[in-house]
C-alpha cells in the first residue's frame, strides 16, 4: 500500500501515516465571511480560535502517533482550502468516504467553514437515490464515479494559492450541515437534516462530560456513526483528546478519562477483564445494560452511565448507576436540558410507573426528515419529538425504556415487546447478549426465533433451560422462542441499536453453516 495520505485509521488503531509538513498555513490571516457574531454557530471557526489558542494540546492519540490540535487546526484550514478549490461552497452538499479519522474530522470542521452540507458516503446513498450529491470525497482508491481523491496534495495548499485563506461560513445557521441515516419510528430509513446551530449547541452540550481540558475519549462505534461523531467533535471541542484505540490497556496508558460504546461493544472488548486501575467513567448508549454488566463495569470504573437519546433528538438524557448496600443496582436520572414525558394515545401524561409513550423536547432537535413528509409529520408535532419508544417513569423518578410502539409480536394471542423479550434472555446467567425476531412461513404463523450470545464458558442446554423459564413466567407459552441459535455477534446498527430486519438474513447464514457441517446450534 504505497499511497501516501494523511494518517489513516483502522478500527483497533493507526495503520499508515504520512510525514506532516508543518507550518504551511499561518495561525494569523484566516477569516469567513460576515462578522463573528454571524457566525457564532460555526463550529469550524470556532475549533480554529479554541486551537490557535493552545496549539500544542494533544487532539488525536494513536500509539506512538500524536496529532496536535495545532496540527489539526492546519488539516482542517487545509481540507478547506482544497474543498473550495473543488467549487465546494453554501450551496453543495459533498458525500465523504474514508477510514481515516483525522479525515473524516476534518472535513466536517472543514465544511462548517464552506457552509455546505456533509454526508458520510457510505450504503446510505445507495438508498436514497434522490439525495442530490455535489462532490464526492475519498481517500481509499477503489474506483468510484465523480467522485475526487483526497492524496499528497491535500496535505500542502492548493497550487497557486497566495493566501490569506478565507471562507464564507453558513448563509444561515439553521442551514442544512450534517445529513445522517435513522430508522426512526417506523424502521422504514429515512435522512436526518441537522442545521449548524444545533450541531455546534450540540457538542457545546457535552461539555459535562468534559469538566477538565485533556480527558481523554475512547470509542468503541463505528467511526461514522452519529453518536461518535458528536462525541469525538466535543472532545476536540472541549479541549480534549481522541484516543483511537479498542485496547484497555492504552486505555490505562493514556489514562483515558471516557469510554464510550454499546453493551455489546463493552462486552465484547473487556469480556472478563478487570482493570488494574479505575477509569473515570464509562458511558453506555445504545441497548440495556444488564444489572450484571453494571456490577462488573464498577469493578474497572468509577462512574458507570447509560444514555438515552436518538440521532433526532441527541443524547437526552443519563442514568447514573450506584450499587446499594444491599447490592442492587439503582439508578438517578439525569436530564440534559431536555425535557421527556410519558404520554397516552391522547398526548396526555400519564402517572408514573404507568407504560405510555415516549416524546422528548429540547433545544437541538432535528429540523426533521429529507424528502419523508409523512414520517416527518408523525415524528415531529408540536414542538416534540416521538421517538417511537414505550416507556414510563418509576415512582423513585428512573426512566425506563420497555420498547417500541411499532416492535410488538402477537404471540398466541398474547401482545408482548420484541425489547422485553430481549432484556429478559439478558438477565439470565450465562447469557451476554440476545435478540428475538419473527421469521415469516408461507401458509404457517412466523415463527419466534432468538439469536443468542453466550457467556464464554456458559453451559449452553442448562443457560437455554433457565432461559425458557423466564420468558414462559413473562409472556406464557407463546413467548418461548421456537428456537434458540447461538450467535458470536448481534445484529446491530451504526448506533447499536438491535437490528431485527438484518436478523433474517443472518438466520440464512447461520443454517448454511450448520448444513455445511459447521458445530450444530442448541435448541
Not at 123 to 131: C, K, M
Not at 140 to 152: F, G, M, N, V
Amino acid at each position: 500500500m504505497s499511497r501516501r495520505g494523511f494518517f489513516i485509521f483502522d478500527r483497533t488503531g493507526i495503520d499508515r501515516m504520512f510525514p506532516w509538513r508543518s507550518g504551511v498555513v499561518s495561525q494569523a490571516g484566516l477569516s469567513l465571511a460576515g462578522s463573528p457574531m454571524s457566525q457564532q454557530h460555526n463550529l469550524g471557526f470556532r475549533f480554529l480560535q479554541l486551537a490557535a489558542a493552545e496549539p500544542d494540546r494533544p487532539a488525536i492519540v494513536a500509539g506512538s502517533v500524536r496529532i496536535s490540535h495545532g496540527q489539526m487546526r492546519q488539516i482542517v484550514i487545509l481540507m478547506a482550502l482544497h474543498m473550495q478549490r473543488l467549487g465546494i461552497g453554501p450551496t453543495s452538499t459533498v458525500a465523504l468516504r474514508t477510514d481515516d479519522l483525522t479525515v473524516l474530522l476534518g472535513s466536517i470542521l472543514a465544511s462548517s467553514l464552506l457552509g455546505n452540507a456533509w454526508i458520510f458516503d457510505a450504503d446510505i446513498l445507495a438508498e436514497f437515490p434522490a439525495l442530490r450529491i455535489t462532490h464526492r470525497l475519498r481517500t481509499d482508491e477503489r474506483p468510484q464515479a465523480d467522485s475526487h481523491l483526497i492524496d499528497e496534495s491535500w496535505t500542502h495548499p492548493p497550487e497557486g494559492f497566495t493566501g490569506p485563506p478565507r471562507f464564507p461560513g453558513y448563509r444561515d445557521a439553521a442551514d442544512v450541515f450534517m445529513i445522517s441515516r435513522s430508522s426512526g419510528t417506523t424502521g422504514t430509513p429515512k435522512l436526518v437534516a441537522l442545521g449548524h446551530r444545533t450541531v455546534h449547541d450540540r457538542v457545546a452540550s457535552y461539555a459535562a462530560f468534559f469538566p477538565k481540558p485533556g480527558i481523554g475519549l475512547a470509542g468503541l462505534f463505528p467511526l461514522h456513526a452519529p453518536a461518535m461523531l458528536a462525541r469525538c467533535l466535543a472532545a476536540l471541542f472541549h479541549k480534549g483528546r481522541i484516543v483511537a484505540s479498542r485496547d484497555p490497556q492504552d486505555w490505562l496508558d493514556e489514562e483515558v478519562g471516557l469510554v464510550f460504546g454499546s453493551p455489546s461493544q463493552l462486552a465484547q472488548v473487556l469480556g472478563d477483564t478487570i482493570l488494574p486501575r479505575k477509569l473515570r467513567m464509562v458511558f453506555s448508549s445504545g441497548g440495556k445494560l444488564s444489572d450484571a454488566q453494571v456490577r462488573h463495569l464498577f469493578r474497572s470504573f468509577e462512574q458507570v452511565v447509560s444514555g438515552y437519546g436518538s440521532t433526532e433528538a441527541n443524547n437526552v438524557l443519563s442514568n447514573h448507576k450506584s450499587i446499594a448496600p444491599d447490592g442492587q443496582v439503582t439508578t438517578r436520572t439525569v436530564l440534559r436540558g431536555a425535557r421527556l414525558e410519558i404520554v397516552d394515545d391522547a398526548d396526555q401524561p400519564v402517572p408514573p410507573g404507568t407504560e405510555g409513550i415516549v416524546r422528548i423536547r429540547n433545544g437541538w432537535l432535528a429540523q426533521g426528515y429529507m424528502g419523508s413528509p409523512e414520517a416527518e409529520a408523525k415524528a415531529f408535532r408540536g414542538g416534540w419529538f416521538y421517538p417511537g419508544d414505550l416507556g414510563m417513569w418509576t415512582q423513585a423518578g428512573e426512566f425506563v425504556v420497555t420498547g417500541r410502539q411499532n416492535d410488538q409480536f402477537n404471540l398466541g394471542g398474547v401482545k408482548l415487546n420484541a425489547m422485553l423479550l430481549d432484556f429478559a434472555l439478558v438477565e439470565v446467567p450465562g447469557i451476554d447478549e440476545a435478540i428475538c425476531f419473527m421469521v415469516p412461513r408461507p401458509g404457517q404463523p412466523d415463527r419466534l426465533t432468538a439469536f443468542v450470545r453466550f457467556s464464554p464458558g456458559a453451559d449452553q442446554p442448562e443457560v437455554l433451560s433457565r432461559a425458557r423459564i423466564a420468558l414462559l413466567r413473562l409472556g406464557g407459552t407463546g413467548a418461548v422462542p421456537e428456537r434458540f441459535f447461538p450467535v458470536d455477534s448481534i445484529p446491530r446498527n451504526a448506533n447499536g441499536k438491535p437490528d431485527r430486519k438484518a436478523c433474517l438474513t443472518l438466520l440464512e447464514t447461520v443454517k448454511r453453516r450448520r448444513r455445511s457441517g459447521a458445530a450444530p446450534s442448541p435448541g
